[in-house]
């Protein structure tokens, strides 16, 4: 019989934290001999600091964060590490309806491109007036939400450090904030951008996926010297997860159900749902995203800690003038555990041989060689200039 191991896991109340409900829900926790206490968190900051200090043992943490922790970039310096991605995709850009009226008036077509130009001659004529720039906020500095919404700017021709005003806000407050006039548009996960969309509060006129696809988010965090001192619980943790995230892929309605509940995330069902029932209006036109852009919680190898992700994550910093390491590769190996994730999920699953995607992107589903059989990716394109 296992002894139970008890963990303390802090989390950020948004819709790419069903694996963790799930595993508390339908039992993967305790089946792996784990007794789960999860603690809710409002910023990013907090949660980071609550790991750091070991208030928590472990937390889905945003993926460049972990690696800017570890960096000692913006905060103290604590080597940081993961062996088990939440999942992949799950953010948008949601713009106020002003701000929206005017992309409109100005797009000459529907597409992500076609209002990166739109946002350009906004831009230049609100400078050209004299008019403050737009604000436009983000959940920190360090994630996936600020690059892809930095990239959707370059695109734009825009330089994000001075064309526009970037802030940073708590998740749960992008969608007041936008109400109440305070920001132009924000980038942030669900449920937050179908709530403003459901609302009125906004648009959602892009999707993440649209600016890269399948592209990493959370990954579960914990330091290194719980790792080594804990590899059982840390093992068992990894198991339990994996086994959630599958599931929650397999019975998506029923797990959102459970989500909605107050002791989760205390937002109605059919709001955390739009995007998985395409009930969530996109774009200048309104015609609802694809179920495809959001969450994949498991498939495509979603909870691989793909080392070529950290990497890619390094030169976003980099590009960004957020800080530079030259030996990316060693560091992203000492932050992404590929070996103790292929230790611990190992008999549950196909994976993959290698540990870095290659270079190459993909407009559709492709494969990479596994064990014990291949394993099936999906597209990765990032967003380009028309």
Aim: overall charge negative; glycine content about 8%.
């Amino acid at each position: 019989m296992k002894q139970t191991q008890r963990v303390r896991i802090g989390y950020m109340p948004l819709t790419d934290s069903l694996p963790l409900v799930v595993a508390q829900q339908a039992g993967y926790f305790a089946d792996e001999g784990l007794e789960v206490e999860l603690q809710p968190e409002w910023s990013w900051a907090s949660l980071r600091d609550r790991l750091l200090v070991g208030q928590v043992n472990a937390a889905p943490m945003l993926a460049p964060m972990l690696l800017s922790t570890s960096l000692g970039l913006g905060c103290i310096k604590k080597p940081l590490a993961t062996a088990f991605s939440m999942g992949v995709n799950g953010n948008g850009v949601t713009v106020s309806p002003m701000l929206y009226h005017g992309l409109c008036a100005l797009a000459s077509g529907p597409s992500p491109q076609d209002m990166a130009v739109a946002l350009n001659k906004l831009v230049a004529a609100r400078a050209s007036a004299g008019d403050a720039p737009l604000v436009l906020a983000v959940v920190f500095p360090f994630s996936c939400h600020a690059y892809q919404l930095r990239h959707w700017l370059a695109v734009a021709g825009l330089d994000p450090d001075h064309d526009v005003k970037l802030v940073v806000l708590p998740p749960s407050q992008m969608v007041d904030h936008l109400r109440l006039g305070h920001i132009d548009g924000f980038c942030v996960g669900e449920p937050w951008n179908s709530l403003a969309a459901l609302t009125g509060a906004g648009h959602c006129i892009l999707s993440g996926y649209q600016i890269w696809e399948n592209a990493p988010e959370k990954v579960l965090a914990v330091t290194r010297e719980w790792a080594a001192a804990h590899p059982d619980t840390h093992r068992a943790l990894l198991r339990a997860l994996y086994r959630a995230a599958a599931h929650a892929d397999e019975h998506l309605q029923a797990c959102l159900e459970w989500l909605a509940h107050p002791a989760w995330l205390g937002v109605p069902a059919e709001v955390i749902g739009a995007p998985f029932s395409q009930r969530l209006p996109g774009g200048l036109t309104g015609q609802p995203f694809p179920r495809h852009h959001f969450h994949v919680f498991s498939a495509y190898q979603a909870n691989f800690p793909w080392r070529s992700d950290a990497e890619f994550l390094l030169g976003e910093m980099q590009r960004w003038r957020q800080g530079r390491i030259e030996e990316k590769s060693t560091f992203a190996a000492q932050c992404y555990r590929t070996d103790l994730y292929r230790d611990a999920v190992g008999d549950l699953t196909n994976l993959p041989e290698v540990d870095h995607k290659p270079a190459e992107r993909h407009a559709g589903q492709w494969r990479l060689p596994g064990d014990p059989a291949s394993v099936e990716l999906g597209p990765d394109r990032l967003l380009q200039v028309e």
